[in-house]
């Protein structure tokens, strides 16, 4: 069964910091990279961050690089976004998605599956 099932979402403060996970399935995580996208509202998705199956190459976009963390655990089946110094821009909500092969993958097309999301909410 295909799934993707993101966590840690909820209300901060600018300034302050979240951890989302993504619990996967085996078939959706094993060999394959990952990645996590938001949308705010009224806006596209848009690309966050990835890391390939090994857990050693990661791809951040610039309006998250030197904030955010992608981590992966491929013995839980888990990725993580670790958030620091969040600000209200960052409001949105967050996906994770499979990819379609180890390699890191930057569009949402290049991902064959995805979560329900999680959303992140930060106060001014």
């Known amino acids: 069964q295909v799934q993707l099932v993101e966590s840690g979402g909820g209300l901060v403060q600018a300034g302050g910091s979240l951890r989302l996970s993504c619990a996967a399935s085996?078939?959706?995580?094993?060999?394959?990279?990952m990645g996590w996208f938001r949308q705010a509202p009224g806006k596209e998705r848009e690309f966050v961050a990835a890391?390939?199956?090994?857990?050693?190459?990661?791809y951040y976009a610039d309006s998250v690089k030197g904030r955010f963390t992608i981590a992966r655990d491929n013995a839980k089946y888990t990725v993580y976004l670790q958030m620091a110094s969040l600000k209200p821009e960052d409001t949105a909500d967050y996906y994770c998605?499979?990819?379609?092969?180890?390699?890191?993958?930057?569009?949402?097309?290049?991902?064959?599956?995805w979560g329900q999301g999680t959303q992140v909410t930060v106060s001014s």
């Open positions: 998605a499979s990819g379609a092969d180890m390699g890191i993958r930057l569009h949402a097309n290049e991902y064959r599956y």
């Open positions: 890391i390939d199956w090994y857990g050693r190459g990661t």
């Open positions: 085996e078939r959706t995580f094993s060999s394959y990279s």
